[in-house]
């Protein structure tokens, strides 16, 4: 008899996390926790780990021990960009496995839940009054692209959480791309906007989340982590890529 699933084997394919890498130790413990929350939401999955660059295991080698096993790529980034359109098809293209790349983690709802989420814990006011609203504003910083399409994808990301907050979100970002986070402050505040948080739009810490924190004049969430909205994000481009038939081996 015929199975009527799209995709058929004893086991689903892989989940491979694909991360750019840091030298911050603090990147690498991130994912581990954040792959542990995927582990708790789908028992019996296997989830592996494999970086672009900077860290152990590289993306090459994880998908090289995986053998004849299938995988879907979901790429630790918040847009696109040439990691996701080169980068990472040319590196499974390399390994010759069967393999579909997700798209990037963003722009997407769950992001903005747990952007929202940092910003309370850093203390943004649960319940902002009218004056508080109109004093108040967001710079949502990221790392920044040369890619235009990363930039729409960032602008989409700050809409969201613009309706969420009800203040002005304005994307900012650390390398590659305008406005950088001192200047977006100054565009804020030129619009009466002096009462500024830093939302860190990046998968977790480095050089880049620091940089941009630091020129918080008020406060500043920490990055997105293992956030289990994150996570759940995570098997969501998974599914998608099982949505539909898988080529046979060859």
């Not at 004849?68 to 040319?90: C, F, M, N, W």
């Not at 692209?145 to 959480?161: E, F, N, V, Y």
């Not at 969501?236 to 898988?246: I, K, Q, S, V």
């Amino acid at each position: 008899m015929t199975p009527s699933h799209p995709y058929f084997a004893p086991s689903p394919p892989a989940l491979v996390l694909v991360a750019h890498g840091s030298r911050d130790r603090r990147a690498l413990a991130t994912v581990t926790t954040l792959m542990d929350r995927i582990r708790e939401l789908r028992p019996g999955l296997a989830v592996h780990l494999g970086h672009i660059e900077l860290n152990e295991p590289l993306l090459p080698d994880t998908l090289a021990a995986l053998g004849d096993t299938p995988a879907v790529l979901v790429p630790l980034l918040l847009s696109r960009g040439y990691h996701v359109k080169q980068d990472i098809p040319e590196m499974a293209a390399m390994a010759r496995v069967r393999a579909r790349v997700a798209p990037p983690l963003g722009p997407h709802s769950l992001l903005a839940e747990a952007l929202r989420d940092r910003l309370l814990e850093a203390g943004w006011p649960t319940a902002p009054d009218a004056a508080e609203r109109r004093d108040s504003a967001v710079i949502l910083a990221a790392a920044g692209s040369r890619d235009p399409d990363s930039a729409t994808d960032t602008r989409r990301t700050a809409r969201l959480l613009a309706a969420r907050l009800g203040v002005p979100v304005l994307p900012a970002y650390a390398s590659a791309a305008t406005p950088t986070v001192p200047t977006a402050l100054r565009v804020l505040a030129a619009r009466g906007r002096h009462r500024v948080a830093i939302a860190s739009y990046f998968t977790a810490p480095g050089r880049f989340a620091t940089q941009c924190a630091e020129a918080a004049p008020w406060i500043a969430s920490a990055p997105l982590g293992d956030h289990p909205a994150m996570a759940r994000l995570i098997l969501n481009r998974y599914e998608g890529c099982l949505a539909t038939p898988w080529a046979a081996a060859a």
